[in-house]
């Protein structure tokens, strides 16, 4: 077995990353892992005009983990001026629980930290996710009690089971001070 990677995707990737998004957090398929968000949301999770837009902006990137040509685990990162948002966060659902996730989250943060030199990383999360959100508690990210609310009525990003969905803000200081 080789080694897996890390690379930015491309808009040649576009076809690739939407099923891997759609396993980790829709339908029947998100089920085999703990990420699905099928008891609260159907329809779609990523649109696929806005990642073609997310791969083309000059201050986001959307970070790739391959191995022997196998898309692993994705996520999504946007520059915003010495705050970095995190965000798309998928991992195959038989993937998940094997540390996979845990090296993108770091991979990510290095890039933020590295390349960006930002000072925080930023997500949001949906609240009511009690068990992801303590997943990235554990990683040092902390809950703000800042929240912002679900985009009712646009089905680019999913179809509401429930009228009581709003996403928290977390946050985490990245160490700059090495750079």
Do not use: H
């Not at 040509?69 to 970095?84: K, M, N, P, T, Y």
């Amino acid at each position: 077995m080789t080694e897996s990677s890390f690379r930015a995707a491309t808009l040649a990737d576009v076809d690739a990353i939407i099923p891997l998004v759609e396993s980790a957090y829709r339908g029947d398929a998100s089920r085999k892992g703990w990420t699905t968000e099928a008891d609260f949301l159907d329809g779609q999770r990523i649109d696929r005009q806005l990642l073609i837009e997310l791969i083309q902006r000059d201050d986001a990137r959307v970070v790739l983990l391959e191995r022997d040509a196998e898309l692993l685990a994705c996520c999504e990162l946007q520059d915003q001026g010495g705050i970095a948002y995190f965000g798309m966060f998928s991992v195959r659902p038989e993937g998940q629980g094997s540390g996979i996730g845990n090296r993108m989250l770091v991979e990510a943060e290095r890039i933020a930290t590295e390349e960006w030199q930002c000072r925080e990383m930023r997500m949001t999360v949906i609240d009511i996710r009690n068990e992801l959100i303590a997943w990235y508690e554990r990683r040092g990210y902390q809950r703000t009690g800042e929240y912002k609310p679900f985009p009712y009525g646009d089905e680019r990003f999913g179809i509401p089971r429930r009228d009581d969905l709003r996403f928290e803000v977390l946050r985490k200081p990245l160490n700059t001070a090495a750079q």
